[in-house]
């Protein structure tokens, strides 16, 4: 005979081959201690326990007195079809009582009689509740080392609060950064390019000496493509001067970042002076080539191959540094994705004009001797030419970059440093 004492999983029971077997049915919700006072007067072969119909079916205790009173292996355990019923720790505490049958439908309790479950049948079980407590354990301890930080952090920032209110503290300042720029305009820029130069001078020179006029090698080196004096050695100079430049924009780069200004902000005033010295001086003055001649430590007739004076070569050496910084505010503007702007970062229309009249002083130059190197002779060539090779236009452009240069130097040194207001915690 079968005992089935039930409660919610009663249906499970009735709509099953169980109900052909003799049996009897208790429905309700009962103690441990009372079906075994109730089970005692009779006599059975199987014991069907639904969990729902058990108090304190998690307690332990309340397996004991039915492992007192029946033998394990002969007491089937329906369980509900819930995680709350049938999860690990629930089924390792059963198998730790010597409970290894259950089920959570009839049919599979109906074949446990045939075929009871060993314990390495549901060992795993024990294993999945022990690998479920170490990651229960290991969480309770990340989330106590979170609590404790958390904690810690807010004791900090209510000790700076109050030692910030007290005055012990000095208020933070932005770092200047109008004599930075007229160093790097006026010093640190010329001085490159002043450098770069000497190095491909020397260079020439060298060559010039090693090298033979009428060789062929002599001629592929030296040769003054198109006339306007390109050729391999300028651009191995200028290849030099360009990695020089790039050394030093990557300490510059960092530099204006802990000044807390953007690339295209900052430049715009150490441009305009480096324009104005290399570009528009040429046009205005010239009187830099006075300064080239001097510096010439071998007289250019011992050099027959240098066919580029070096007044020139500085000139391209200034355009080659001033596109390269442009280049990398581009390439790096691309690469950031920008949420937050300063508007006080934003340039100003007199900037923006400097910046046009910089674009014709650098791009007029470089479309007249792509012309005249691409299309020699040609319409576009002479147009390009007459431009270019115009006196008074190029003339104009210098003074009003030089005019810009004046007034953004003004406007920079009295222009008043945007004030933020310190929000206290009523404010907010």
């Known amino acids: 005979m079968i005992v089935v004492i039930a409660n919610k999983l009663k249906d499970v029971i009735e709509k099953s081959e169980l109900t052909q077997l003799e049996h009897k049915i208790a429905n309700g919700v009962f103690s441990s201690s009372d079906c075994v006072r109730t089970l005692e007067k009779m006599n059975f072969d199987y014991l069907i326990l639904d969990v729902t119909a058990i108090k304190n079916c998690y307690e332990i ?73 170490d990651k229960k354990e290991n969480a309770a301890i990340k989330i106590g080392d979170y609590e404790r930080g958390i904690a810690e952090k807010q004791d900090m920032m209510q000790d700076y609060m109050k030692r910030y209110q007290e005055g012990e503290f000095d208020e933070a300042k932005i770092p200047k950064s109008f004599g930075y720029q007229i160093k790097v305009g006026l010093l640190v820029l010329p001085f490159l390019t002043i450098l770069s130069t000497m190095i491909f001078y020397l260079l020439e020179s060298w060559l010039g000496q090693v090298i033979k006029l009428d060789s062929n090698l002599g001629k592929n080196l030296f040769q003054d493509y198109y006339g306007i004096g390109l050729n391999p050695i300028t651009l191995l100079g200028l290849f030099i001067a360009l990695l020089l430049f790039a ?182």
């Open 61 to 133: 205790s309340a397996w004991k007195e039915f492992k007192n009173f029946f033998d394990p292996t002969r007491t089937l355990i329906l369980l509900e079809e819930t995680k709350s019923q049938s999860n690990y720790s629930f089924l390792s505490m059963l198998i730790t009582m010597g409970y290894y049958n259950f089920a959570k439908t009839a049919e599979d309790l109906f074949q446990l009689m045939k075929t009871p479950n060993t314990y390495e049948m549901v060992s795993k079980y024990q294993q999945m509740a022990m690998a479920m407590k």
């Open 247 to 428: 050394f030093y924009y990557t300490h510059l780069t960092s530099e204006i970042k802990r000044r807390q200004m953007t690339n295209g902000k900052f430049i715009i005033l150490p441009f305009a002076i480096y324009t104005f010295l290399f570009i528009g001086e040429y046009h205005l003055l010239g009187s830099f080539e006075k300064l080239y001649d001097y510096l010439l430590i071998l007289p250019n007739g011992k050099n027959p191959y240098i066919n580029l004076d070096l007044y020139g070569f500085a000139r391209m050496c200034a355009m080659v540094a001033i596109i390269l910084f442009y280049f990398k505010i581009l390439v790096s503007n691309s690469k950031v994705l920008k949420f937050e702007k300063d508007l006080s970062q934003n340039l100003t229309f007199l900037e923006k004009l400097w910046g046009v009249i910089e674009t014709l002083l650098l791009g007029l130059p470089i479309l007249y001797h792509f012309a005249h190197m691409k299309m020699a002779g040609t319409y576009v060539d002479q147009i390009f030419s007459k431009i270019y090779q115009e006196p008074m236009l190029m003339k104009a452009l210098a003074a009003i970059e030089l005019l810009l240069m004046v007034i953004i130097l003004i406007f920079t040194k009295f222009k008043k440093e945007k004030k933020y207001k310190v929000l206290r915690e009523e404010d907010l």
